[in-house]
């Protein structure tokens, strides 16, 4: 059956997590379901992405923003958390219940799920977005061990959301030594994982950059997920482009967000 | 009212097509509407051989517009007749090629390859791209070498309509129509994106890795209405309008100052269904507006 995969919803609820304890806003933002006429949703796995443009961007930003599904339920809604970064995370954090939004998705792939493998969850700050989800559907949970490392307080990213399923270890750094101690942990931890662990991780480009060069050098493979820049988030216009090793320049949206890291070049 | 515009023998259901690179080959937006509901879509510009576009980043926002440098990233011409062409209801709907090259005999060699493939309704020449270093625009800032790409195309294209495409970034886009279409261009199309810049006063860098880019978006529009306004004086055959369409208003004005169909570009990353819904909303305004035939209206602007 034919469905179209844009489609218009209003706001449903925002909460802010953290106000006036750290730099920035942090917000996760609720959606209505917009039903399921476009079945996708139904199948929807953690590490896809949905384009958000709400009425209120006008013509400026024209174009919409990406934001990894934190949690998509018909009853309770579609979720994104998110971090106030620029022009278009800035208008999302005004918006008000019942304001129009104009979301397509659910877009781009998904984390692998291996059930029996220990498997290495990196969340690098608002990174973490995806993850939430991913760790509640685990059927293992057991084989899961997640590191967050952020800079601001952990309030700032509903952090109980993630406890209780899984061994879940945040890391604060508040100066260049929590850093450097983190980067260790992360030189010590990817390698346990490189031979027949999964590593998935999200977080900035130096985040992710550290990461694929501990499992090239250990000869493991770890699924990054991308976040550049896009426009149409359909993968018609070649705007949202990384390279890959044997293809060339592919579409992040189409093809990734989520790829392995020995497959591209950062 | 009979939404059936005609260029140069091309039959559209409706003026509205999509605009070369902004809809990508249009398999991308299936899941979004039926494609079989444009008029026309313009397929991402092709080249001969697969080419791999400019470095990241590539975008970045403008007040109401965006700036572009992909650099005419595509699959080349034999992917896209093998692997796309045939995935595109070509049978409802005019797939037009967009055509990139850095020669004239390039040009020519693409254009005979493309013409003879069935499903291919009309080629459009991009003289105009500003993100390349060869070829691209500097084909169409000069009137001899643009009218050389424009013969040499015609030449082996055979029956096919060949539509050129045109820059904005030249003093006088009416001679510029005038030397393609003396040449044998059967319509133009216009415009492409206007060079342009954005840079970062506190990073101290540019916001496109390529440096300048094309800006799009209703930000250019006021520059393309001008610019067919123009063409339309100066020359015969169809133009087609595009530059910042965000709304049914916005085509019908592109036609009352000559065009004949319209294309949408950057409007498709408003939302990716963009183009289906504007096709319901022109018709919607047509009747609104009490607008009885496209003959009457094109062209009627009272000055
Ligand atoms: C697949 C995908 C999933 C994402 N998931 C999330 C998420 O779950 N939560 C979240 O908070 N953010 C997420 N992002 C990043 C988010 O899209 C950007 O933060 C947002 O687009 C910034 O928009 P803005 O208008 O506020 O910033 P702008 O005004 O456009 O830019 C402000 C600053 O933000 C930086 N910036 C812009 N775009 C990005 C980007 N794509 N990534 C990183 N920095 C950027 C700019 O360089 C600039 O310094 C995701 C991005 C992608 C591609
Ligand atoms: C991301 C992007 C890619 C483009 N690629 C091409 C291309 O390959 N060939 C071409 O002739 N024009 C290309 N264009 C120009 C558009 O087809 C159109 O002429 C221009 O964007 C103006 O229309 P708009 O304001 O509606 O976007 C591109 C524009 C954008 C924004
Ligand atoms: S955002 Fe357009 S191709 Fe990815």
């Known amino acids: 059956m034919f469905g179209n995969a844009c489609q218009d919803t209003t706001v449903k609820s925002l909460t802010r997590f953290g106000k006036g304890e750290g730099d920035g806003e942090f917000i996760e933002l609720t959606l209505e379901h917009p039903g399921l006429d476009n079945a996708a949703w139904k199948l929807w796995k953690p590490g896809q992405f949905v384009m958000v443009r709400p009425e209120s961007f006008g013509l400026d930003p024209l174009m919409g923003r990406p934001f990894s599904i934190t949690s998509a339920d018909e009853e309770q809604g579609i979720s994104i958390f998110f971090q106030v970064m620029g022009q278009g995370t800035r208008k999302l954090a005004s918006l008000k219940p019942g304001e129009p939004v104009t979301l397509w998705g659910p877009l781009g792939n998904a984390f692998a799920v291996r059930k029996d493998t220990p498997t290495l969850v990196l969340a690098g700050g608002i990174g973490i977005a995806p993850f939430y989800e991913y760790v509640k559907r685990h059927e293992q949970p057991e084989n899961l061990r997640m590191i967050f490392g952020h800079r601001p307080p952990l309030a700032c990213y509903n952090w109980e959301r993630a406890q209780g399923v899984c061994s879940c270890e945040a890391h604060h750094e508040t100066c260049r030594q929590d850093l450097m101690d983190f980067i260790a942990l992360i030189e010590e931890t990817v390698p346990q994982y490189c031979n027949d662990g999964l590593i998935i991780a999200c977080g900035p480009l130096p985040f992710l950059e550290t990461i694929k060069k501990v499992a090239d050098q250990h000869g493991g493979r770890a699924q990054l997920s991308l976040e550049n820049r896009m426009a149409c988030g359909v993968g018609a216009c070649l705007g949202c482009v990384c390279d890959h090793k044997t293809e060339g320049p592919v579409s992040v949206c189409a093809r990734g967000p989520v790829f392995w890291s020995d497959e591209i070049e950062l | ?303």
């Not at chain 2, 499903?119 to 791209?129: F, H, Q, R, T």
């Not at chain 2, 990073?203 to 529009?221: D, F, H, Y």
């Not at chain 2, 939302?271 to 022109?282: G, W």
């Open chain 2, 1 to 303: 009212m009979d939404m059936r515009v005609n260029i140069a023998g091309l039959e559209l259901s409706n003026p509205v097509m999509t605009a070369s690179g902004t809809f990508g080959y249009g398999v991308e937006f299936k899941r979004y509407g039926q494609l079989e509901k444009l008029g026309g879509m313009v397929v991402k510009g092709l080249s001969l051989e697969p080419r791999a576009g400019n470095p990241m980043p590539r975008i970045a926002d403008a007040p109401a517009g965006m700036l572009n440098a992909i650099g005419l990233q595509n699959i080349g011409a034999r992917n896209f007749v093998e692997k796309r062409l045939k995935l595109l209801p070509w049978g409802e709907t005019a797939v037009v090629a967009n055509l990139y090259a850095c020669s004239a005999s390039e040009f020519a060699d693409l254009a005979a390859y493309l013409s003879e493939q069935e499903g291919i309704a009309a080629l459009e020449v991009n003289i105009s791209c500003p993100n390349v270093s060869s070829g691209g625009v500097l084909f169409g800032q000069d009137p001899s070498m643009a009218a050389a790409v424009t013969r040499a195309v015609k030449d082996r294209s055979g029956e096919m309509p060949v539509i050129v495409k045109l820059t904005p970034n030249v003093t006088d886009i009416a001679s510029m129509a005038k030397a393609v279409v003396d040449a044998g261009a059967d319509a133009v199309s216009l415009i492409n994106t206007l060079s342009a810049m954005s840079v970062d006063a506190r990073t101290r860098k540019p916001r496109l890795a390529n440096v300048i880019g094309g800006l799009s978006g209703p930000a250019i529009k006021p520059v393309a209405l001008r610019c067919v306004w123009q063409v339309a004086q100066a020359v015969d055959v169809p133009i087609i309008g595009m530059g910042g369409i965000t709304s049914a208003e916005d085509v019908l004005e592109f036609i009352l100052v000559g065009a004949t169909a319209v294309q949408v570009g950057t409007a498709n990353f408003i939302r990716p269904d963009f183009a289906f819904r504007l096709v319901d909303e022109l018709a919607a305004l047509v009747d609104e507006l009490g607008i009885e035939s496209w003959d009457d209206y094109r062209g009627s602007l009272q000055v």
